[in-house]
């Protein structure tokens, strides 16, 4: 299996972006279970950046990509560079996977549940980081640990305890890709707003406005398809329209394995979040109820 993914930088350290960048591409291989075997590097950047005393900057751009790299235990094959006035950096990368079992987006049932590996509000931490807002001195801190943070173990779930569902969550936000999951199975997700976990300060970022634009387009792409109850908060629902860098995985859980799928990963350091369940379509047809 082959991806590709890059990313302009969502913080200001050099080393942090790339490791970043870097664990955002390979989440594509984990999301359908499978693992990084080799990436190549994409670089983009002004032709002019290091003749202006910037090569240590991308020295240490790469070699964070490289960290994340090692920590899959897979090879640098090599690379290419364009010359961008954006900086912008990611990997194409080849996995291995076992094609007996694939887990896709298409394959929710009713009855399954819904883990989710990593809290909510990348970007908008990163909007305030960008605006200099009051209180945002530690949305880097935040961002580099959280995005930088690989999804090997729930890919590793995904292949040990067979889970037949998953997506990795990105730029269209975790209601943008449950949406997807939902119309490609013909099924509803109930997911439960008061269950979805949040960054740190990010709810407080929002409530003064520093909301993404993603995250408005995001909306519009599935108001059609979502049902709110009244007793949602407003804040909550926006939040779940956040577009994500290097965002966790979703995972559809028999109910039997849930327990274990839970204590394995927390076992190993992640999150496991049980936000909501799969259910048959109603009237409505496939999308998501969402809940308090």
Not at 160 to 173: E, M, V, Y
Not at 186 to 213: C, E, N, Q, R
Request: with cysteine; proline share 5%; glycine share 10%.
């Amino acid at each position: 299996m082959q991806t590709v993914d890059i990313l302009t930088p969502v913080v200001n350290d050099a080393y942090a972006f790339g490791r970043i960048a870097a664990c955002n591409a390979l989440s594509d291989v984990y999301a359908m279970g499978g693992k990084p075997w080799c990436a190549m590097n994409i670089a983009c950047f002004p032709q002019d950046w290091l003749l202006d005393g910037h090569a240590e900057e991308l020295a240490r751009l790469l070699a964070g990509g490289q960290s994340a790299l090692d920590e899959a235990s897979a090879l640098l094959a090599g690379g290419h560079s364009i010359d961008d006035q954006e900086i912008k950096y990611g990997l194409a990368v080849t996995g291995i996977i076992d094609p007996a079992h694939i887990a896709s987006n298409d394959k929710l049932t009713p009855g399954l549940v819904l883990i989710l590996t990593k809290a909510l509000g990348t970007g908008i931490l990163a909007t305030a980081l960008k605006a200099g807002w009051p209180g945002s001195e530690e949305s880097e801190e935040v961002i580099t640990a959280t995005c930088g943070r690989l999804n090997r173990f729930g890919g590793q779930a995904i292949h040990d305890f067979q889970l037949p569902a998953a997506t990795d969550i990105t730029g269209f936000g975790l209601a943008g890709h449950a949406l997807e999951m939902a119309q490609a199975s013909k099924v509803t997700l109930a997911i439960s707003s008061g269950k979805v976990p949040v960054l740190p300060h990010a709810l407080d970022f929002a409530s003064d406005g520093l909301i993404p634009a993603g995250a408005y387009r995001n909306r519009s792409f599935c108001a059609c398809h979502l049902q709110k109850q009244a007793e949602v908060d407003d804040l909550l629902e926006l939040l779940l329209y956040d577009p994500q860098t290097s965002g966790g995985l979703l995972l559809g859980v028999p109910e039997d394995k849930v327990q274990p799928v839970c204590d394995f990963l927390t076992a190993h350091g992640d999150l496991a979040a049980v936000i909501g369940r799969v259910l048959a379509c109603d009237g409505h047809g496939p999308g998501i109820k969402l809940e308090p």
